[in-house]
């Protein structure tokens, strides 16, 4: 959530050095996808397996109509935002679709063809664009929950990876919401249900791992380290030369980047690089958790209350579009910023659960209410990759 804040300021900073893939090319977009199918997973997995299907259904519902209210209710205060005189073109993409509605957003004269466009998700700001992608991919988990319950998961898998050389071979959009031109359901549905079975076996994968050779391991941090060559080769990113190396050529680089990596449609070349990323990204946090530990209240309130954080980083993009001393783009101003909004987020989570935790306390000697994670509607304890334990803090306890 810390990349996807500063990745969508667009400020030159000493943070944007680190985030959009710097050292792998993957960005904080495919983490996210997969680790939310590992999160539901975990979750609804076992809830299927106690409660049966009927409580799994129902949860993903209510999580689906979450977010899409929560799609809906951005867009159209941004809307709001814009009749106050207020410019939010800065977030309405290239095609200014919401600028557009904004025409229109009137009482007196929209009409039932804007207010379908709002219903259908056709449009909204391009940070938040990804939860779009969300509803309908949390609305897909039920029947992927069935299906690995039912048929396993070679029918499950199977079936996703057949969907996405569907939209490799032929892309096309399932729906005509502007956030598929961006994150196409037929492509990035692979992620989100590779995650789900992760999740779903993820006592299985355990101790497949235990048992294995020490060449896999070996393997894997080879493979992430020949990425993280190839990142580094980059010609587009800023940063010291120490991080832009010149191993490959910029047109090399690029002919491979566009065959291979591109993000939108999801080339081999970063699904595989995500794939040895993710378990030596786990590994590597792990071991560094200790010189992390200081930030990490920081990173798991905005894990934990990842909705809650996306909606408020879409009003903080708008504010540093809207302050003048960010226009001079100063390297350190910049990286304040960033750091500032990250933190400002973070601690206006935080202390928002700490009320909450008050007011649902009674007398002060104790509380009743435990904090729920605002997409997945469970326990935030719950959220096992997001909030690390001892002595092994990225290991994930069984609910």
Not at 1 to 29: G, K, N, P, Q
Not at 58 to 65: K, P
Not at 328 to 344: C, E
Request: glycine share 8%; hydrophobic share 55%; proline share 5%.
């Amino acid at each position: 959530m810390t990349c996807v804040i500063v990745d969508h300021s667009r400020l030159w900073s000493l943070l944007s050095w680190f985030t959009y893939e710097r050292f792998w090319i993957v960005t904080a977009a495919e983490v996210f996808v997969v680790l939310s199918g590992v999160v539901l997973g975990t979750v609804y997995g076992d809830k299927l397996l106690r409660h049966g299907w009927l409580a799994v259904v129902r949860g993903l519902g209510r999580r689906a109509v979450t977010l899409y209210i929560a799609f809906l209710s951005v867009t159209l205060s941004l809307l709001l935002i814009s009749l106050l005189g207020i410019d939010v073109s800065s977030l309405t993409g290239s095609d200014n679709s919401v600028s557009g509605l904004i025409k229109s957003l009137d009482p007196l004269t929209m009409n039932a063809a804007a207010w379908r466009d709002l219903a259908l998700m056709r449009l909204g700001p391009w940070p938040f664009e990804i939860v779009g992608l969300y509803v309908w991919l949390v609305a897909a988990a039920a029947p992927c929950l069935l299906a690995l319950r039912l048929a396993g998961w070679r029918l499950l898998l199977g079936g996703s990876w057949l969907l996405y050389f569907w939209y490799r071979i032929d892309p096309h959009a399932l729906t005509t919401a502007d956030f598929e031109k961006a994150f196409p359901i037929l492509a990035w549905q692979l992620l989100f249900v590779h995650g789900i079975a992760i999740g779903y076996h993820r006592e299985h994968i355990r101790a497949l791992m235990n048992r294995a050779s020490r060449a896999v391991p070996v393997g894997l941090v080879s493979a992430a380290a020949a990425f993280v060559v190839f990142a580094l080769c980059n010609p587009w990113t800023e940063g010291p030369s120490l991080l832009r190396w010149s191993l490959v050529s910029p047109d090399r680089f690029t002919d491979l980047y566009f065959r291979y990596f591109s993000l939108t449609d999801l080339g081999i070349g970063r699904i595989l690089n995500l794939a040895v990323a993710l378990p030596v990204g786990y590994a590597l946090l792990t071991w560094c958790w200790r010189v992390a530990r200081p930030l990490g209240v920081v990173f798991v309130t905005l894990g934990q209350q990842s909705l809650a954080a996306f909606v408020l980083q879409v009003y903080g993009v708008l504010l540093f579009e809207h302050m003048a001393w960010l226009q001079a783009n100063d390297f350190w101003i910049n990286t304040l910023a960033q750091a500032a909004l990250v933190l400002g987020i973070a601690g206006l989570l935080e202390g928002s659960r700490r009320l909450r935790k008050v007011m649902n306390s009674g007398d002060g000697r104790g509380f009743s209410w435990q904090s729920r994670d605002p997409v997945y509607g469970v326990p935030s304890p719950l959220v096992h990759l997001l909030q690390p334990a001892e002595p092994a803090p990225m290991t994930p306890e069984h609910p």
